[in-house]
């Protein structure tokens, strides 16, 4: 018998923290996970990426693990949307198309195969592998101590950040050659997150579903990420579908971004709390770089964030996730690594992209973080007395982050600029 689980946040998706139970001998395998990166020769990460598609099955849409070296426990064979849809714009990035054509085939069959939705929406993972007939695996595990099959409960919710990312992916697909099947994936996608337009403050989105069918809970915060998600992504869907309707989406999700910053502190808020007013004070960094490269004009409107950043949560020649500055944030350096690239600091870029290569793991992938846990400044929704942490696993995100400062691609733009 497995021992009793125990609550840990395991990543922070979107504003979001993923309420994962896992089990003591998991959390073990963890503390014991070691310090120092693989010294093994590594292809670049776009050759990772793409060789884990090639490990997969040969044909049919796919979804790839999220944590690919976990073997047991909730994070086991758990595709997260957000990891997928970064990594299908990184492979289109890279030039393997047909390798995120197979990424792009399974968002769209999930689109139409829930299990209980109908409406257009995607949750926030799957079951990874290939999907097969009938409605699309969600990711869950048996736990012996309840005798029964568990799902987490962010897991099957409905994140709108995490829409906009599955949008972005779909439209970086969307080509002659493709018909209009991802575009009007996208489409769908955003008819869906409309519904979630809010009045209150200065507008914007809020965050999207939390929980199980039939009534998850729904999440009145708005998140300053994935206001500027929705901006690129539905910013980009009126360029491909000519329809002015997603341009207003788009100013609306912009406008609020613009209001979440603070000139005091040179920095943008993290977001608003439930009354979609109050501004959420931590200082998050994908929060800072994000609006640079995804709205138009911001980098140089807004220029001064970069330097908030550099302050405030440089890190062992990296960037952490907050001010606390325990450890380097992987995934945030390589964004912060793609935003230089972006604006011709070629040098400042190859030096955080050496931070990065340097959290090989084994498997050949990138470490999320140097640390075994980092802090983000946010705790549990479920616990308040519990931090959101990031631990040291492979991870599919931060691959993929390493793979776009790589190639210099910008997942707002799906070009090599920024907008």
Same mark, same amino acid.
């Given at each position: 018998m497995l021992p009793e689980p125990i609550a840990y946040c395991f990543y922070r998706y979107r504003?979001?923290?993923?309420? @994962?139970? %896992?089990? @003591? @001998?998991? @959390?073990? %395998?963890?503390?014991?996970?070691?310090?120092?990166a693989s010294a093994a020769p590594n292809a670049s990460a776009c050759g990772y990426l793409a060789g884990l598609i090639d490990k997969a099955p040969p044909s049919g849409p796919l979804f790839l693990p999220s944590y690919p070296t976990v073997e047991s426990g909730p994070l086991h064979g758990a595709a997260y949307l957000y990891d997928n849809a970064v990594a299908a714009i990184a492979l289109v990035g890279c030039g393997e198309q047909d390798k995120a054509y197979r990424i792009g085939s399974a968002l769209l069959w999930a689109i139409d195969n829930d299990r209980t939705w109908h409406d257009g929406r995607l949750r926030n993972a799957y079951a990874a592998g290939v999907v097969a007939n009938g409605p699309v695996k969600l990711p869950g595990w048996w736990d012996n101590a309840q005798n029964k099959w568990l799902e987490d409960r962010y897991q099957v919710g409905s994140d709108n950040g995490n829409m906009a990312w599955a949008m972005l992916a779909l439209l970086s697909l969307d080509d002659v050659n493709a018909g209009s099947r991802f575009r009007d994936g996208a489409a769908r996608l955003g008819a869906w997150v409309a519904q979630w337009a809010d009045t209150r403050g200065t507008g914007g989105f809020t965050g999207g579903t939390f929980g199980h069918e039939p009534t998850p809970e729904v999440r009145a915060w708005k998140s300053t990420e994935h206001n500027t998600d929705l901006a690129a992504a539905f910013g980009l869907l009126a360029i491909r579908t000519g329809d002015s309707r997603w341009r207003d989406k788009a100013t609306a999700a912009e406008y609020f971004v613009n209001t979440m910053w603070n000139p005091a502190c040179a920095c943008f808020a993290a977001g608003t709390a439930e009354d979609g007013v109050t501004h959420n004070p931590i200082l998050a960094l994908d929060a800072q770089v994000w609006p640079l490269i995804a709205l138009h004009g911001a980098v140089e409107k807004f220029a001064s964030a970069i330097t908030t950043a550099e302050q405030r949560m440089s890190v062992d020649e990296g960037f952490s996730y907050g001010e606390d500055r325990d450890g380097v944030w992987t995934e945030g350096t390589g964004q912060m690594a793609l935003l230089m690239k972006l604006l011709g600091r070629t040098g400042r870029a190859n030096s955080l992209i050496a931070v990065i290569e340097s959290q090989r793991s084994p498997d050949g992938g990138f470490y999320a973080t140097t640390v075994r846990e980092l802090p983000t400044g946010f705790v549990l929704d479920t616990d308040p007395t519990k931090p959101r942490l990031y631990f040291r696993l492979s991870h599919l995100g931060a691959a993929s982050w390493a793979a776009l400062a790589e190639r210099g691609f910008n997942p707002f733009t799906v070009t090599k600029g920024l907008p």
């Open positions: 504003g979001l923290c993923l309420h @994962t139970w %896992i089990v @003591t @001998t998991f @959390t073990i %395998i963890v503390a014991a996970a070691p310090l120092q």
